[in-house]
């Protein structure tokens, strides 16, 4: 398996984005080409896929890095794994490889949600060292049906 960040949105890329996304989220609008071009090449954003050795695209995530006052920091996105291919090791070399990249950005932490219903990707977090934050997160929908 190899895991890189895209570059180009490629016919391959949408088909994959198009197979991953409604096994994360079922409300979710599907990404037009522009809208996956627009997280693809955005500063602020670096878009990881991870490739299996047959070629398929079998996980997806983003990773946002953003400098504020305190410091630059890097957010984790729509960690997605193909439902076929979780507990091979996917979802960890997507977040390893995200920290890496977390890291050569200057990041100060990288942080993620995950929903307690997640079990198997909150104890791989777990593993690799995030801890679980004392915070309250708050949300305001601006789209009724958003997850």
């Given at each position: 398996?190899?895991?890189?960040?895209?570059?180009?949105?490629?016919?391959?890329?949408?088909?994959?984005?198009?197979?991953?996304?409604?096994?994360?989220?079922?409300?979710s609008?599907?990404?037009?080409v522009?809208?996956?071009?627009?997280?693809?090449?955005?500063?602020?954003?670096?878009?990881?896929?991870?490739?299996a050795?047959d070629?398929?695209?079998?996980?997806?995530?983003?990773?946002?890095?953003?400098?504020i006052?305190?410091g630059?920091?890097?957010?984790?996105?729509?960690?997605?794994v193909?439902?076929?291919?979780?507990?091979?090791?996917?979802?960890?070399?997507?977040?390893?490889?995200?920290?890496?990249?977390?890291?050569?950005?200057?990041?100060?932490?990288?942080?993620?949600?995950?929903?307690?219903?997640?079990?198997?990707?909150?104890?791989?977090?777990?593993?690799?060292?995030?801890?679980?934050?004392?915070?309250?997160?708050?949300?305001?929908?601006?789209?009724?049906?958003?997850?």
């Open positions: 398996m190899k895991v890189e960040i895209a570059t180009t949105v490629t016919p391959q890329l949408m088909s994959a984005v198009e197979r991953l996304v409604p096994q994360l989220s079922r409300s609008p599907p990404l037009t522009a809208e996956l071009e627009e997280i693809v090449t955005s500063p602020a954003t670096d878009f990881f896929v991870a490739t050795d070629g398929t695209l079998v996980g997806v995530a983003t990773l946002v890095t953003f400098r006052p305190t630059v920091r890097a957010w984790v996105e729509d960690v997605i193909d439902s076929e291919t979780r507990g091979t090791g996917v979802g960890r070399a997507i977040t390893e490889a995200m920290i890496e990249r977390s890291r050569e950005m200057g990041a100060v932490t990288v942080d993620l949600t995950s929903r307690p219903s997640r079990e198997a990707a909150n104890r791989l977090y777990q593993r690799i060292g995030f801890v679980q934050r004392d915070t309250n997160v708050y949300r305001y929908t601006l789209r009724p049906n958003a997850d």
